[in-house]
């Protein structure tokens, strides 16, 4: 007779905080109040995005001894409250960038199919006892959606404060992905 093994009570607790990070991430994301700014409409889908970021970087950080995981999370936490505090700084002035209802349609069409996607696939992240893998796992659908919505933006007139900050996103959180794919495949993940 086979024994089949369970999640622990670690396990358990980090996947019950990862869900309420999700949740409340995808509400705060497909909730937002958008007008005819695609750099609005940015900063106020990318705060929530990265604010899940940075929540379920620190959730690692509980569980976790693996040191290359926890530089990465430490790294995930400081970078993206940095690009929170410049977002957040910028909101007003960027909300003064407008756009034609022809791009603002073509943005967010995009936007909403690339949510869609980074959802899907977070929500069928790994469910194991190995929590780094787990993590890696929920966090590498969570950059890509960051590249793809930077990517994005960028193909529309934005903001000039907020073009460093888009170019930031898509080339750090390349960066992590890579960084993580390795990480999984070390672990073998």
Same mark, same amino acid.
């Given at each position: ?30 909730s937002a109040e958008l007008n005819d700014s695609i750099s609005h409409n940015f900063i106020v889908q990318m705060v929530p995005h990265h604010?899940? =970021?940075?929540? @379920? +970087?620190?959730?690692? &950080? ?6 290359? $995981?926890?530089? *990465?999370? !430490? %790294? #995930? ?41 980074m959802f899907a696939q977070m929500k069928v992240s790994r469910t194991s006892n190995r929590l780094d893998c787990v993590f890696i796992s ?7 959606? =960051?590249?793809? @919505? +930077?990517?994005?933006? &960028? ?6 404060? $907020?073009?460093? *900050?888009? !170019? %930031? #996103? ?20």
């Open positions: 007779m086979t024994k089949q093994m369970g999640l622990s009570d670690n396990a358990k607790d980090y996947l019950c905080r990862f869900y309420c990070i999700f949740d409340e991430m995808m509400q705060k994301m497909t604010q899940a =970021a940075i929540d @379920m +970087s620190n959730n690692i &950080l509980r569980y976790t001894t693996n040191v290359t $995981l926890q530089c *990465i999370a !430490q %790294n #995930i936490v400081k970078e993206q409250t940095e690009g929170n505090e410049k977002m957040n700084g910028m909101l007003a002035c960027c909300t003064d960038c407008k756009n034609s209802c022809r791009d603002l349609c073509l943005y967010q069409h995009s936007i909403d199919a690339i949510m869609q996607k929920e966090m590498i659908p969570h950059h890509r959606g =960051a590249v793809e @919505m +930077s990517k994005t933006a &960028l193909q529309f007139c934005a903001c000039k404060e $907020l073009r460093p *900050i888009l !170019q %930031n #996103i898509y080339t750090s959180q390349r960066k992590g992905i890579m960084q993580m794919a390795h990480l999984a495949s070390c672990l073998g993940c």
